[in-house]
């Protein structure tokens, strides 16, 4: 076994006190996706797009990373091989628990994007809209969000890291986006092993090798141990 490849979603991040999209309550309960989630939504009222990525920001800074995290840090740390971590998730928990390959695929808090000249730079921790770009000057900063309709980002690399997965974990993520949700048929066409983590069977669920149930903070630390062991 040479290469590990994780997608990881809102669910890994729930027990750091962020909310998850689709759970009752959840993101999705609060706001309209088509109002906050796409480019339409950010046309028609900026701010209130501004306003949802700035709380997000704000709650970004204050959390932890939990032990599911810290578990797939220390894998990444003392596996000989290679982890590769995508990420649905536009927080930082990943990279606060310490692991170095991390790719996001929807895009980062952290991050401004100019809708002009494609120019990225860190993001104030609270933006406003028409805030001017840095490189060209234009009044055309966005949050660096992947947004329903656009194009997820580093497709190509990613593709190639399913293609090579000898194991493939999907953690936390409900099955309902693609093409994140469709990785799992990818990595099986590669050969891979699969094993889904989450509270119940995710709506991709029946394609996996293995499903361990229950909290990442609890199921990943055990399936990181068993693997170092061998
Ligand atoms: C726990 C836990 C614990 C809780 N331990 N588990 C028809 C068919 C197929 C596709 C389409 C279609 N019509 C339209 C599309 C495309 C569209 C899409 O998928 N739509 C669907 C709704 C049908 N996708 C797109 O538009 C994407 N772009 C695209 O497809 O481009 C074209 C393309 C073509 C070919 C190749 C490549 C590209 C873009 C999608 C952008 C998604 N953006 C969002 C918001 C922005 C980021 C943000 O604001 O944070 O990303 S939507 C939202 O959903 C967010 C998430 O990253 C994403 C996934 O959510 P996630 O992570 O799964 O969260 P939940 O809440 O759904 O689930 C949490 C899970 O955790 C649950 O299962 C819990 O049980 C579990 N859990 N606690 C373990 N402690």
């Not at 999209?21 to 028609?44: C, K, M, N, Y």
């Not at 199921?219 to 062991?229: A, G, I, N, Q, Y």
Request: hydrophobic content about 45%; charged content about 20%; glycine content about 10%.
């Amino acid at each position: 076994m040479q290469k590990i490849v994780i997608l990881t979603g809102a669910g890994i991040s729930a027990e750091s006190g962020l909310g998850t999209f689709r759970a009752e309550g959840g993101l999705w309960a609060q706001h309209r996706i088509e109002d906050v989630a796409t480019p339409e939504g950010f046309s028609r009222d900026p701010k209130l797009v501004v306003d949802f990525y700035n709380a997000r920001r704000a709650q970004e800074a204050e959390a932890a990373p939990n032990a599911g995290h810290i578990a797939l840090a220390e894998l990444e740390e003392a596996f000989s091989g290679e982890v590769v971590v995508i990420t649905q998730n536009v927080d930082d928990l990943h990279e606060k628990a310490g692991s170095k390959k991390v790719m996001h695929m929807h895009g980062a808090l952290k991050s401004a994007l100019c809708a002009a000249c494609d120019h990225r730079w860190p993001a104030p921790l609270a933006m406003a809209p028409g805030d001017t770009c840095p490189s060209c000057q234009a009044p055309a900063a966005r949050p660096d969000i992947v947004w329903f309709g656009e194009m997820p980002y580093d497709m190509d690399e990613i593709f190639d890291h399913l293609a090579g997965a000898d194991v493939f974990a999907s953690i936390g993520t409900s099955g309902n986006v693609y093409p994140a949700a469709g990785f799992v048929a990818e990595a099986r066409r590669s050969g891979a092993h699969t094993v889904e983590f989450n509270l119940e069977p995710s709506l991709v669920g029946s394609q996996f090798d293995d499903i361990r149930i229950g909290p990442a903070s609890q199921t990943l630390p055990l399936w990181v141990s068993e693997l170092l062991k061998g």
